[in-house]
């Protein structure tokens, strides 16, 4: 099982439906000012936390850790910097009865400087919650959900830490 790229059109900030804005931190970054893949990470979690706050409202505030992914594929495309705030689209390319799937795209303006395809428990999402999750609206723009899985960057050893239960 090879590595496939991301199609063209995931680094299109207008292929997510939704948003959200992190800023990066003095913690997260190396000497040359790059910020670390785990905080990217962190920050894919960031944005479907808040995206699942938006869908379920304040229940998901207490239910967080149910919502968070525990499977990521990503894709480096570009140097993420600090000082710096960006834009990570979200889309929810599908789900069954357990798990809901998400597409995710890092952007600097409108730069992608990397992508994601996450996993996470679906809990309280339902099918109607966000249109890009219904099957017919995957069908008219053409998407397919991807299988997830957790990559390792080059010169990176996983964090045993981002595989949830």
Request: hydrophobic letters at 30%; proline letters at 7%.
């Amino acid at each position: 099982a090879g590595h496939v790229p991301a199609e063209p059109r995931r680094r299109e900030r207008q292929y997510y439906p939704a948003t959200a804005t992190v800023h990066s931190r003095v913690g997260d970054v190396d000497v040359n000012r790059h910020v670390n893949y785990i905080a990217q990470l962190g920050w894919y979690d960031e944005a479907i936390a808040s995206h699942a706050h938006r869908l379920l409202g304040d229940d998901a505030a207490r239910k967080l850790p149910r919502y968070l992914p525990w499977r990521y594929h990503v894709n480096y495309l570009g140097e993420v910097l600090h000082p710096r705030s960006y834009d990570i689209g979200i889309a929810v390319t599908g789900h069954d009865e357990h798990t809901v799937r998400y597409e995710l795209g890092l952007f600097d303006g409108g730069q992608c400087l990397g992508t994601a395809d996450a996993a996470a428990p679906r809990g309280g999402l339902s099918a109607a919650a966000d249109s890009p999750s219904d099957p017919a609206a995957l069908a008219r723009r053409g998407r397919r959900a991807h299988g997830c899985r957790q990559r390792r960057p080059r010169g990176h050893a996983v964090d045993p830490g981002r595989q949830r239960p």
